[in-house]
C-alpha cells in the first residue's frame, strides 16, 4: 500500500538523518550546543534541516492523501520528482550559499506541493 509514498518517505528519512548527524558532528565541533554561536557552516546546516522539516511533512501528507485517492501514477511521481530534486538542490544550495541553485529547489519544492494540492483538488 502506498509504495510511492513509502519510497519518498524512506528516501526523506534518511536525508534528514545524514542532516542531523551533519548538525551534531558540527556541533561537537564548534562547541556549541544551542543556537550556532558565530559558526556560518553550522548556521547553514541548521537551515538546511530546518527548511527540510518545514516543507517535507506536508509533501509527504500531500502524496500519500494523492495515493490514495488513486490518482494517476505519473502525477504521483511528479509530485516526487519535484520533491526529492528540489529538496536536493536547495539543501547543496543552502551549504554552499549559492542562490543559482536554492532557488529552483524551492520552486521544485513549491511545484510539488501545488501539483499535490491540483491532483487532491481536481481528481
Request: proline letters at 3%; hydrophobic letters at 60%.
Amino acid at each position: 500500500m502506498f509504495p510511492v509514498t513509502s519510497i519518498i518517505a524512506a528516501l526523506a528519512a534518511v536525508a534528514l538523518v545524514a542532516m542531523s548527524v551533519s548538525v551534531s558532528l558540527r556541533r561537537m565541533k564548534v562547541g556549541v550546543g544551542i543556537g550556532f554561536g558565530e559558526d556560518k557552516i553550522l548556521l547553514r546546516r541548521i537551515r538546511a534541516q530546518g527548511n527540510f522539516t518545514e516543507y517535507v511533512p506536508l509533501a509527504l501528507i500531500i502524496l500519500a492523501l494523492a495515493e490514495y485517492r488513486q490518482a494517476p501514477a505519473g502525477v504521483l511521481w511528479t509530485v516526487a520528482i519535484l520533491l526529492v530534486a528540489g529538496r536536493c538542490l536547495h539543501f547543496v544550495g543552502i551549504l554552499t550559499g549559492t542562490t543559482a541553485l536554492r532557488a529552483p529547489g524551492m520552486a521544485g519544492t513549491y511545484g510539488a506541493l501545488l501539483v499535490g494540492a491540483g491532483a487532491l483538488l481536481f481528481a
